[in-house]
């Protein structure tokens, strides 16, 4: 079924009807060797509210397992910068103690907010050298969007796989810290890629509301649109 290695995390209600954000990479399966580096395209498609509004900041978080993976760096794609012209400023926070790089995003003033579907980031990562054979995960799912109504959306995050030394085996998990916490963790390297811009970096907000169950129709949705996003992307 087309939603097994997809994760819901860090969002709001979702009630039917609602739209979602949904994240993606490409490639969406990488296989490299211990020791290799290689960079995937992080994909962002949101729509907004039902009332227009669109996003005023994104917060994306990937995760990882520190002992097989490392991401080194996050470089910040265009999405954000859709729909009316604005001032743009990003952070990044790279924590690889806890497996976790974010890249901040948000427009000053919001001017209505961004919406479509384009690259948010760039990731460059690293395999350890020493890293065993089998697949492990670069997670989406605690990323968090805020609309220019100040409302959290609903964000969807579908897993790249990444297949070292030809492993069949899923290497085991790991736990991650919340995300809220980890900008002011003394072990992540935080640095504002607008040098020019005046910009603060402080604890990240957490969204307060949970997940309800979904329903089978939400999910049968969802994996239409996510099927119809990758057919876009490969025409």
């Not at 739209?19 to 962002?44: K, M, W, Y």
């Not at 729909?83 to 926070?93: G, H, L, R």
């Not at 003033?109 to 990731?123: C, H, K, Q």
């Amino acid at each position: 079924m087309l939603v097994g290695a997809l994760t819901l995390g860090g969002i709001g209600s979702v009630a039917a009807g609602d739209r979602v954000a949904i994240i993606s990479t490409e490639p969406a399966t990488i296989t490299a060797q211990p020791g290799d580096e290689f960079t995937v395209d992080v994909v962002l498609y949101g729509e907004g509210s039902h009332d227009g509004s669109g996003a005023s900041s994104v917060t994306l978080a990937a995760q990882y397992h520190p002992e097989y993976l490392e991401i080194t760096d996050v470089e910040r794609g265009p999405w954000i910068e859709q729909d009316e012209e604005t001032d743009v400023y990003a952070t990044q926070t790279l924590a690889h103690e806890q497996g976790t790089a974010l890249s901040t995003q948000w427009r000053d003033p919001v001017a209505g907010g961004a919406t479509g579907m384009a690259r948010i980031a760039t990731l460059t990562v690293s395999v350890a050298p020493d890293a065993p054979p089998g697949e492990t995960a670069i997670a989406f799912g605690e990323s968090e969007i805020e609309l220019a109504t100040d409302w959290p959306m609903p964000v969807v995050g579908e897993s790249a796989t990444v297949v070292i030394d030809g492993g069949e085996t899923e290497l085991e998990s790991f736990d991650h810290p919340p995300v809220d916490s980890l900008s002011a963790d003394a072990n992540a390297t935080t640095a504002d890629e607008n040098s020019d811009a005046d910009t603060t970096t402080g604890p990240l907000d957490a969204l307060s509301n949970s997940v309800p169950e979904l329903g089978v129709g939400f999910v049968i949705a969802f994996g239409l649109v996510v099927l119809a996003v990758r057919t876009v992307r490969s025409d």
